[in-house]
């Protein structure tokens, strides 16, 4: 069979890579780029070179950021007697798209889950008791998604954010579809929820 | 709900088959190896767009053929629905694909499909819901609760995944130690969708034994008595409700559950009981009350089903008539009276039934309709003497 020449099967094999996207894709994508022209490419290499040389994780929150906080960390306009946490650093961006939400954030990176190794260690969490010390929070919500997994998760922190005394705790997990992620509930069912977080009970 | 035709291309041992079929009692008579089982699967297929037999979809297409598919018209309160199965595809690309088709519009998830045909299967396989494992009765109860409730299935899912989960983690405590607290969220996680499991399987074995006993008691012609009593792992106890009494039981087996690397209570240990005249049939049934056992719990089913799902069942009832001696042949024959469609094999036609076949739909899959003179008259006892098909 006649192979392509290397650079085109060299793109080919880096592109079928990424998630979605197959070898009948992959090629699509590798002669749509070799069509459109020099420009086009170099744009693209560009924006992903920077990505990982001009990103990185906001020292308070850990959301993506170029800066050492990020925008909603260094806004003097948030609530910071709320703070929403959540699994992953897209869910925090699915929340800032409903609009509905004024305070800050805790990124997690991920939930609990002994399968694939995961214990609090592996999470965020030795730097989140250390935010509840240092920052005067009234609320805590628990935004990991309605999953198994995220369910263990938001069980776990209301287990050890007891401590706190005083600190308001609700998880909001009301109006997500059954098994999904924050990621692919639309802005109306986040705000939904958001409107409709429930108090944690025993 | 029945079937007025079936449509079989490539599928199995057919080529290109055309049946019509009234409703009421369908009898389908033919020797052995003539794809009468064959005819009961693709009406499965279609309700269930899976076969019972194991194996790939694949292995249901005509041997030679690159494609195979099943079509039927059903009716369902004088409405009309054409489901149709492609394994493989036409065109000759994807050749272990799976298309189904409602009313000529492909369907994207199989599920979709699901549920519009309601169809109850009872063949060689459903003998393990008496004599197979615990885990075979558990999958009976999963399959007949889930066929109409997919909150149940989810639960189950989320139980499954809890279950995985809290395993993984009693192994490392086991390993390596660890505190309680790490275990606790899990522990919720399991209880939370263990509790609703054990209450709906709670609820439909008590369903199911209420249709069961007198089902038992037709077919056993009056002689035996069939008890179905959920045997539950964890239950409501007298003082407690079953998510209390499913962390104290959790509590009580910690020890043994690290000990083993696995939790040791909940619905994944449940089973269901089943005595005849207060024997357990599941070890000590003889063969014909095992069956007869199976039959009963397979047409209950089918009657749960028609209660909640407010839908008829097709029955499609392979190799009954054989194995059941003649006074149980009859009352099974006679429950077609009250089905709006009942699809019944045998490889034979057995003489002391012919008066009550005379007025059913005979399907002929070929040869010599065989006379059935080896199931002879039984004895005195009822029980049958000679029988040329052993299980
Ligand atoms: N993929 C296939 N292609 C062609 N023939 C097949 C295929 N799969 C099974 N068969 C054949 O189909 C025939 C009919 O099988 P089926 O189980 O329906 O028979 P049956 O009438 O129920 O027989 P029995 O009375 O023994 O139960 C068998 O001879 C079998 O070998
Ligand atoms: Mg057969
Ligand atoms: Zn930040």
Known sequence: ?202 | MYLKTLTLENFRCYEQTRIELPRGLVVVLGPNASGKTTLLEAVYLLATTTSPRSGPARAMVRHGQSWGRVTGVFERDGREVTISVTLGDPSGSRSGSKTVEVDGREVDSLREAIGRVQASLFWVGSLEVVKGSPSERRRFMNEAIGQTSARYLDDLARYRRALRQRNELLRSIRARGGSGSILAPWTRALVDAGVPIIEDRASFVRALAAEAAPMHLRLGAGAEELSVQYDPSVAAGSDLDAEDEFYQRLEETHEREVERGSTQVGPHRDDVILTVDGVDVRRFGSQGQQRTAALALTLAQASVARVRTETEPILLLDDCLSELDPARGAAMLDLSEDREQMIVTSACCPEHLAERLADAHVIDTGGELASCRPCRIPDIEGRNTESHHGP
Not at chain 1, 51 to 59: G, P, S, W
Not at chain 1, 64 to 85: K, N, Y
Not at chain 1, 125 to 150: K, N, S, W
Not at chain 1, 166 to 190: I, S
């Open chain 1, 1 to 202: 069979m006649l192979s392509y020449a290397r650079p085109i099967r060299e793109l080919i094999e880096q592109l079928e890579r990424l998630p979605g996207i197959g070898p009948r894709s992959a090629q699509r994508l590798a002669f749509h780029l070799l069509g459109a022209g020099p420009e086009r490419a170099e744009n693209l290499a560009q924006a992903l070179q920077s990505l990982h040389r001009q990103i990185r994780v906001c020292e308070e929150c850990g959301n993506w950021s170029v800066e050492a906080l990020c925008p909603v960390c260094a806004s003097d306009e948030r609530d910071r007697g709320t703070l929403c946490i959540v699994a992953d650093a897209k869910d925090l961006v699915a929340l800032e798209r409903a609009g509905e939400y004024s305070g800050l954030y805790h990124v997690l990176g991920g939930v609990l889950s002994p399968v694939e190794g995961v214990g609090p260690d592996e999470l965020r969490v030795a730097e989140l008791m250390d935010r509840l010390e240092r920052l005067d929070v009234r609320e805590v919500i628990l935004a990991t998604p309605p999953t198994v997994e995220g369910d263990a998760t938001a069980e776990f922190l209301r287990e050890i954010l007891g401590q706190f005394e005083g600190l308001r705790m609700t998880r909001l997990a009301l109006g997500l579809p059954v098994g999904a992620d924050l990621d692919y509930a639309d802005q109306v069912t986040v705000a939904r929820a958001l409107r409709g977080r429930t108090e944690m009970s025993d």
